[in-house]
């Protein structure tokens, strides 16, 4: 019988084998003219193993990295849109040095997707003075948030500073 795929020789490379996913072959060594390899599973990595799911709604799905990023893919209708809102805004208001937003690391347009800083954790109860008066700092950088509720409201516990994210309604 002919094997589909040839061995690999002593020497190379490990290597994925498209017949066997998940394994990875690694030559490690000749014995009597033929090559004695072993086969190491290779872990399926998924999202959920490297990062916290901190949101799953019907528009967009956040993740929160173990190294602090903040990783916020956006779906459903209106997903670009709403995707090129938040960037635009969340450069606007970096150009203007506002410290109480997420920072933009990065972006993919083709993922719809961008990685930005950590803002601290939710807030769960905040009075409605205070609420107005952070949104109103926020008009003061020229942008307007369109959904000025507690959940869009964190707490950074590192300079003690309120923040405001999710800018995909501005």
């Known amino acids: 019988l002919k094997k589909s795929h040839p061995r ?7 290597s994925a084998r498209p017949s066997s996913p998940g394994w990875l072959w690694d030559s490690i060594g000749r014995f009597g003219g033929r090559d004695i390899r072993r086969r190491t599973v290779l872990p399926l990595l998924s999202p959920e193993l490297l990062m916290l799911k901190v949101k799953d709604t019907l528009r967009s ?83 307007r948030h369109d959904d000025q509720d507690a959940r869009n409201v964190t707490y950074r516990k590192s300079d003690g500073r309120f923040c405001i994210i999710d800018f995909e309604f501005a």
């Open 61 to 143: 799905t956040v993740y929160l990295s173990f190294d602090g990023r903040v990783i916020k893919t956006y779906h459903g209708p209106d997903a670009a849109s709403r995707y090129a809102t938040e960037v635009t805004v969340l450069r606007y208001l970096e150009e203007r040095g506002c410290p109480f937003v997420p920072r933009l690391l990065s972006e993919n347009p083709v993922l719809l997707q961008i990685v930005t800083t950590n803002c601290g954790q939710r807030v769960e109860h905040l009075d409605s003075e205070r609420l107005h008066s952070l949104f109103a700092e926020l008009e003061a950088f020229g942008v």
């Open 8 to 14: 690999p020789r002593a020497g190379r490379k490990p």
